[in-house]
């Protein structure tokens, strides 16, 4: 069975720092582009960060205040959130796309909420 389950979100005040976790399994992740999404309320769901085996993209948002990681031996990818800003709010979903198979699978997971706000 397919799973990608997050965790890490909360409340956080303007400044501060978050991790996410996203946890896969049931599918082999070291082959799969691992991302993270948000979407802030009324707002379309859009990229934050990717990352490969041997890249990494970030949205021009976050760019210098977060950093996405990935551990294969745990099939594991974290997103380290930093400098934290209101606009930051949003629910935070974790993706994996594979990069072998056409047409590529692409799992979702259930998404954890992260909010700043003083």
């Known amino acids: 069975q397919v799973q990608l389950v997050e965790s890490g979100g909360g409340l956080v005040q303007p400044g501060g720092s978050l991790t996410l976790s996203c946890a896969a399994s049931?599918?082999?992740?070291?082959?799969?582009?691992m991302s993270w999404y948000r979407q802030a309320p009324g707002k379309e769901r859009e990229l934050v960060a990717s990352?490969?085996?041997?890249?990494?993209l970030y949205a021009d948002s976050v760019k210098g205040r977060f950093t996405i990681s990935r551990d294969n031996a745990k099939n594991t990818v974290y997103l380290q959130m930093k400098n934290l800003k209101p606009e930051d709010t949003g629910v935070y979903y974790c993706?994996?796309?594979?990069?072998?198979?056409?047409?590529?699978?692409?799992?979702w997971g259930q998404g954890t909420q992260v909010a700043v706000s003083s």
């Open positions: 990352i490969t085996s041997d890249t990494t």
């Open positions: 049931g599918f082999p992740a070291s082959s799969y582009a």
């Open positions: 993706n994996a796309r594979s990069r072998r198979l056409v047409p590529p699978p692409i799992y």
